[in-house]
């Protein structure tokens, strides 16, 4: 069981930066790899980033490409989003996942555990 607390969202200006932290409980963090997705009003649930279990594989959604970086903290059993360049379509309630895949996935499927959210605002 792998319970997982979003942090760090709130209001921001476009072009602006943000960071996101994930918590989890366990000590069976680095076996799991990690996904951030997001969700819009009036949206279905979408894929944004995910890592590996040892951090040494990334992948994005190609709307944030370049601007978004994830990582992870195994030792402090922490994932991060570091959001750069914000735009106003970024605007979402963000979650983060784990997987039992070693490499990642950019499907919610494979996510066995899931955070309860963190709300991001982009103002323009």
């Known amino acids: 069981q792998v319970q997982l607390v979003e942090s760090g969202g709130g209001l921001v200006q476009a072009g602006g930066s943000l960071r996101v932290s994930c918590a989890a409980s366990?000590?069976?963090?680095?076996?799991?790899?990690m996904g951030w997705f997001r969700q819009a009003p009036g949206k279905e649930r979408e894929f944004v980033a995910t890592?590996?279990?040892?951090?040494?594989?990334?992948g994005y959604a190609d709307s944030v490409k370049g601007r978004f970086t994830i990582s992870r903290d195994n030792a402090k059993t922490t994932v991060f989003l570091q959001m750069n360049f914000l735009k106003p379509e970024d605007t979402a309630v963000y979650y983060c996942?784990?997987?039992?895949?070693?490499?990642?996935?950019?499907?919610?499927?494979?996510?066995?555990?899931w955070g309860q959210g963190t709300q991001v605002t982009v103002s323009s």
């Open positions: 996942a784990a997987s039992r895949l070693i490499s990642g996935s950019g499907y919610p499927r494979n996510y066995a555990y």
């Open positions: 366990g000590r069976t963090f680095s076996m799991y790899s």
């Open positions: 890592i590996s279990t040892n951090g040494g594989n990334t």
